[in-house]
């Protein structure tokens, strides 16, 4: 009965407008005191310092840094500029341009919204006014700036590691997967009707694209530097996350000469208030998850839903499916850190690797951001494109979240395909 009236406060609390890392900590607190009286004056804080005191952590601020230095920078307009020159030929380029861009441009920043905004802004006015149909051209650029949660520096790959102990270098390969999708079903969605993205009749010169790479090189070689390091054994991801943040601020300040001073302290106190609020959320979580297992709610769950006799894939798309449906009303990092402990356990026990379970949770949360009705992605959009309405950007995600959600069961029923890249390394 205790974890079920902790339950209640949690949810309560989250309802009357608590800030999230506060109703999770109360609630986790009041269910340790319950158990084990003033003790829980005691656990709590250990807790807390002992998630927060993690190496792999450090990573966290300074890739929000690296992105935040990159946002002052027009390497987003660049990215698409140069995507735009070696794919023209292709009929739906500046859609497919679009999701490049937003894949490159996640992995120097690691930041969905991020994503968004520097594309968005960028490759949507000039759909439009190539004739793209609206639905294409915002449905395109929101699904694919969600792309920054599955390709390094993501941040939920980082917290799931630091929550699961699972490498963080391992976690990548959903990314690639997904933008390949998104990709191909923009290329047959333009084949089947022509009318949605006609076809450009510029031509660049082979001059003219080999130029579009001198404004990218250096986010190019930022990326090689921090995914070479990791993956080369040099340096572990928070180590490489100071390469990136170092990195960043030299193409922001010597190449591109865009940070002043009053846009650094700015850009100081944005990644700190960010950075602040996430480790408070994953620390107050860790409350709360020390206080389900201590009243072993994880166990009892893995016991209930093994004891069904329902398969293991059964079950995990019901587990897929209730995590969807959370991360329309709960970001991203909250659900990783409150649900990893208690279904971490579950996955293990039905025979599935960790490693697996962090790619297609973050597979589901990527979704979650272009679901309404808190799909910040779509917001954001609707943020650096006024000309689009809300009802808009979210009837033309919808065709991108069916995609996703095929690849999101591509992962599931077929567990090697995320193992295989990793298994290489």
């Known amino acids: 009965m205790d974890p079920v009236i902790v339950l209640i406060a949690l949810v309560a609390l989250i309802a009357i407008g608590f800030p999230i890392f506060l109703a999770l900590g109360l609630s986790g607190l009041l269910g340790l005191y319950m158990a084990r009286g003033s003790l829980a004056f005691f656990f709590a804080p250990s807790s807390l310092f002992g998630q927060l005191n993690a190496f792999e952590l450090i990573a966290l601020p300074l890739f929000i840094l690296m992105g935040n230095f990159l946002g002052a920078t027009p390497v987003g307009s660049s990215l698409f500029t140069a995507a735009v020159r070696w794919f023209n030929w292709l009929r739906g380029s500046l859609a497919i341009s679009s999701v490049g861009a937003s894949a490159m441009f996640g992995a120097v920043s690691g930041v969905s919204l991020a994503g968004v905004a520097a594309v968005g802004s960028i490759a949507v006015p000039q759909m439009l006014e190539r004739g793209y149909s609206r639905s294409l051209a915002a449905g395109s650029v929101v699904s694919a700036g969600a792309l ?123 990644t700190a208030r960010i950075s602040g609020a996430i480790l408070l959320i994953i620390g107050c979580a860790k409350i709360f998850g020390d206080y389900l297992n201590m009243v072993r709610v994880p166990q009892l769950l893995t016991e209930a839903l093994t004891a069904t006799g329902l398969p293991g894939w059964a079950i995990l798309v019901a587990v897929m499916l209730m995590l969807i449906l959370l991360g329309m009303i709960v970001d991203a990092v909250s659900l990783i850190v409150v649900t990893t402990p208690v279904l971490l356990p579950l996955v293990t026990a039905l025979g599935y690797d960790p490693l697996w379970f962090g790619i297609v949770m973050v597979l589901n949360l990527e979704i979650a951001v272009i679901t309404p009705p808190v799909g910040l992605n779509l917001y954001a959009l609707r943020g650096v494109c006024p000309e689009l309405s809300v009802e808009e950007i979210i009837s033309s995600a919808l065709p991108f979240v069916a995609v996703q959600f095929l690849v999101l069961m591509l992962f599931v029923l077929f567990p090697g395909i995320s193992l295989w890249l990793p298994g290489l390394m």
Do not use: C
Not at 163 to 184: E, H, R, T, W, Y
């Open 148 to 270: 920054a949660m599955l390709i390094p520096p993501s941040v939920p790959f980082i917290i799931y590691g630091a929550v699961s102990s699972v490498s963080v270098a391992d976690l990548f390969i959903g990314g690639i997967v997904l933008a390949l999708a998104l990709s191909l079903f923009i290329y047959i969605r333009v084949s089947l009707n022509p009318a949605e993205a006609p076809a450009s009749e510029e031509r660049f010169t082979w001059g003219q694209r080999w130029s579009s790479l001198a404004n990218i090189w250096h986010a190019a070689l930022l990326v090689v530097a921090v995914l070479g390091s990791i993956y080369s054994g040099l340096a572990t991801p928070s180590e490489a996350a100071g390469i990136g943040a170092a990195g960043a601020f030299l193409i922001a300040t010597v190449i591109f000469r865009s940070l002043s001073w009053k846009k650094f302290l700015e850009i100081l106190a944005t």
